[in-house]
């Protein structure tokens, strides 16, 4: 006897392997067998005549860390298939918390829908268990936050660590890769985690691989300096002998358009040396981050009191016109005009426009009309930057190394213009590159969103259709799935995503969320 049934659909079990034509019989929360079950009987069953049953996709890349506590649901998750987010990516997590970083807590974690979550724990430990507590619709796997755990101990103070202060970081480390972390991702392009020195991020490192977990880094640079970047993440994990993550791996600003490419090369270099190391990318050729990450590090040291006082400062505007003339995050080159504001909390009537735009709507010139912005934000302002080349978002997307990430969040209610990769990321992909534009096979795709990230973030049970695996599945339509959000509307479900089951309960049928929430937290070991 079976508690659900998924009859006649086409599985793609997430390997990579060639499609099957079988039933799937799901006992409790576990897959327990793949076969012939016309015969059989279940409380629940599915007919998937005609449509794909796959894994439930995970989300390797996803800054839910609290915006999850708002909406447990995963609304604009579950609708694309996803079943697990992995949060605590770009060197922010919401633990720990000490009297140092209370204050700076919530700008250090992104979207807008995080910012009035209230923070009831200090130890990654006690966020881990209000966590598992939450009831909700996906499983989570949490990393704990370089940048977190470094203004933990010094604030956002522009400064090599001490020893002393180095120690302490490892004992939180340590702490938070005991309470089942999957590991610690890096933000090195971010206040404070791009103060650290390479000693720092080595020994920080050496506890992530102790516990056997994995190191997911945003790096410090994904423009002009992102072989060099590369290169950095590259020889810390080696050092500290732990299994590395690219995050959203892509060459940002025209002139930088084709490092990507070669970066890629590289990874594979180093494959083939016997290294564990792979990344994972969205299919936009837009990214999406705060504002204040576009100046130069200076402006923006000590975090966002520092910055909004150094802005009211005399002369900090005349020496900001001269470092930006060519554009902005200087050798970047990205443009005013390809620069649209996301979330301005203060300034809804910006919302959607170029910083060109904006400056006209203001009155001003665009420099100056980013530093009114930031000032009514208190240094929150989100922006979407479109300086990525759609050829090579493609083919970073397609190769063998990189799975499918979001780096969207849970949006529980939608404010302003978010990045359309929060609602259409994963139907995106299986619409847009596989079925039109062919970039790559329908199996390659499913595994680059399944196997490959369970594989690397310590899923060990989950990412694949096999007996004994716990019964994370969506179905779907594979003449009908794509995307429908678009930077001008993004706020918009995807098609063709027909069921969603995580730990054997359906949390979508027939395109309509159940309201359950059979999610787990699944900790590392
Ligand atoms: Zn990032």
Redesign the pocket.
């Known amino acids: 006897m079976f508690d659900l049934i998924i009859k006649g659909g086409l599985i793609l079990d997430g390997s990579g392997a060639p499609p099957l034509r079988a039933d799937v019989g799901v006992v409790g929360d576990t897959i327990r067998k793949v076969g012939d079950l016309s015969r059989e009987q279940a409380e629940l069953v599915i007919d998937a005549e005609g449509l794909i049953v796959a894994p439930g996709f995970i989300d390797p890349h996803n800054h839910s860390d609290l915006s999850l506590f708002t909406d447990p649901a995963a609304k604009n998750y579950v609708a694309q298939g996803v079943t697990t987010l992995v949060v605590g ?2 060197g922010s997590s919401p633990a720990p918390v000490t009297d140092v970083n209370r204050e700076a807590i919530h700008e250090l974690l992104w979207g807008e829908a995080s910012k009035s979550v209230p923070i009831k724990w200090s130890s990654f430990s006690e966020y881990l268990t209000e966590l598992e507590g939450l009831r909700k619709s996906v499983n989570v796997v949490a990393l704990v936050g370089h940048g977190t755990i470094r203004a933990a101990v010094m604030g956002c103070e522009a400064r090599e660590a001490t020893d002393r202060e180095v120690r302490e970081m490892e004992a939180f480390v340590a702490e938070a890769m005991e309470a089942g972390a999957a590991g610690m991702s890096l ?1 090195l392009m971010y206040v404070p985690g791009m103060y650290a020195g390479r000693e720092e991020l080595v020994r920080l490192a050496k506890v992530v691989g102790r516990y056997g977990g994995v190191l997911a880094t ?1 790096m410090r640079n994904e423009g002009a300096g992102l072989i060099e970047s590369v290169i950095e993440v590259i020889s810390i994990a080696r050092e500290a002998g732990v299994t590395l993550e690219i ?2 791996l892509k060459a940002a600003g025209r002139s930088n358009w084709g490092l990507a490419r070669k970066a890629l090369t590289l990874i594979e270099y180093y494959v083939w040396r016997g290294m564990d190391v792979s990344a994972d990318a969205y299919p936009y050729d837009a990214s999406s981050t705060f504002l204040s990450a576009l100046l130069p590090g200076w402006v923006r040291a000590g975090g966002a009191e520092a910055l909004l006082r150094r802005l009211k400062e005399p002369g900090t505007v005349e020496r900001l016109r001269e470092e930006l003339k060519a554009g902005l995050m200087g050798e970047r080159f990205i443009k005013w005009e390809d620069v649209v504001i996301s979330s301005s909390p203060s300034m809804r009537e910006l919302e959607g426009l170029s910083l060109i735009d904006a400056a006209r709507e203001l009155g001003v010139d665009p420099l100056s009309a980013v530093v009114e912005v930031l000032t009514a934000d208190k240094g929150l302002t989100e922006v979407i930057i479109k300086a990525m080349d759609p050829e090579e978002v493609a083919e970073v997307i397609a190769h063998p190394l990189v799975a499918v990430g979001s ?1 969207g969040l849970v949006i529980p209610e939608p404010k302003g213009k978010p990045h359309p990769r929060s609602y259409g990321t994963f139907p995106r992909v299986l619409g847009r590159l596989v079925r039109e534009r062919k970039v790559m096979s329908l199996p390659e795709a499913i595994r680059k969103m399944t196997s490959l990230p369970a594989r690397k973030f310590g899923l060990l049970d989950r990412g694949l259709i096999r007996p004994g695996m716990k019964a994370d599945i969506t179905v779907f339509d594979p003449i009908v799935i794509n995307d429908t959000a678009t930077y001008e509307e993004p706020v918009r479900k995807p098609e063709g995503v027909v069921h969603v089951i995580v730990n054997g309960e359906p949390v979508l049928m027939n395109g309509e969320h159940t309201g359950r929430k059979p999610g787990t937290l699944v900790r590392r070991g």
């Open positions: 990516n770009c933000g945003h995050s959203h780096d």
